[in-house]
């Protein structure tokens, strides 16, 4: 079955800075790659996703990048705020057009962003 | 428009219990998935239904079962509780037709004792 590998597991940034987490997968089917926040009692919250005709996409202060031919996925958040301080996670389904389906998820990352 | 509602928030079992845990989709979407998140083995797949019909099943023991209403809400179900079942279990809801994003609920945190 599909295997995420994400690193790093934590990561510190002062705020202002850029932070990178990136992810790799094993199944070249997978087509559809979202990233989850997560804060302390909730939920994951989608904050982006792409999917694998796209190689980049940007959503404001955060964009994701894809290389099927590595197999590797990346997140990058600019300007960090201490609010952007959360668990992140990569996660890689496929499925026809994309779906999340049955997502398979990386192991997470501890962001956190100092004043 | 309303979230994903999972309930209840909080459940303490002691072993060999059973369990219910419910979770109500966005309206629109007939696309659930339930989730088991724990510190070791961290977010794994359990089980996913559409229109009332299981579509794809993680690497659970029978133990765990599902099931899905007409009107798409969820349930899923623990039998003879573990300790090792003590986890946040959650619940994705997507419109379940090509091409979807998961929105997650908050989750319900079971403890087993």
């Known amino acids: 079955g599909e295997n995420v590998e994400q690193h790093p597991s934590t990561l510190s940034v002062q705020e202002g800075d850029s932070a990178v987490i990136k992810c790799t997968y094993s199944?070249?089917?997978?087509?559809?790659f979202p990233w989850y926040k997560q804060e302390l009692g909730k939920g994951p919250q989608l904050i982006i996703d792409i999917r694998s005709n796209v190689g980049e996409k940007k959503d404001q202060r955060i964009a994701v990048t894809l290389n099927k031919t590595a197999k590797h996925f990346s997140l990058h958040i600019t300007e960090t705020q201490p609010e952007d301080s959360a668990v992140y996670f990569c996660a890689a389904s496929k499925g026809s057009s994309g779906s999340a389906r049955q997502l398979t998820f990386g192991s997470g990352t501890q962001l956190t962003v100092l004043p | 428009k309303a979230g994903v509602t999972q309930t209840p928030r909080y459940l303490i079992k002691t072993r060999g219990q059973q369990v219910t845990l419910s979770c109500s989709p966005i309206s629109g979407h007939r696309s659930v998935s339930w989730y088991q998140q724990t510190p070791g083995q961290g977010l794994q797949f359990l089980f996913e239904y559409f229109s009332e019909t299981q579509r794809n099943k993680g690497n659970f023991p029978g133990r765990f079962s599902g099931r899905q209403f007409s009107n798409s809400r969820s349930e899923m179900n623990v039998s003879t509780l573990e300790l090792g079942d003590s986890a946040l279990y959650l619940c994705?809801?997507?419109?379940?037709?090509?091409?979807?994003?998961?929105?997650f609920g908050q989750g319900t945190r079971l403890t087993v004792v």
């Open positions: 199944d070249s089917a997978s087509n559809y």
């Open positions: 994705a809801s997507s419109r379940g037709t090509g091409g979807t994003e998961a929105f």
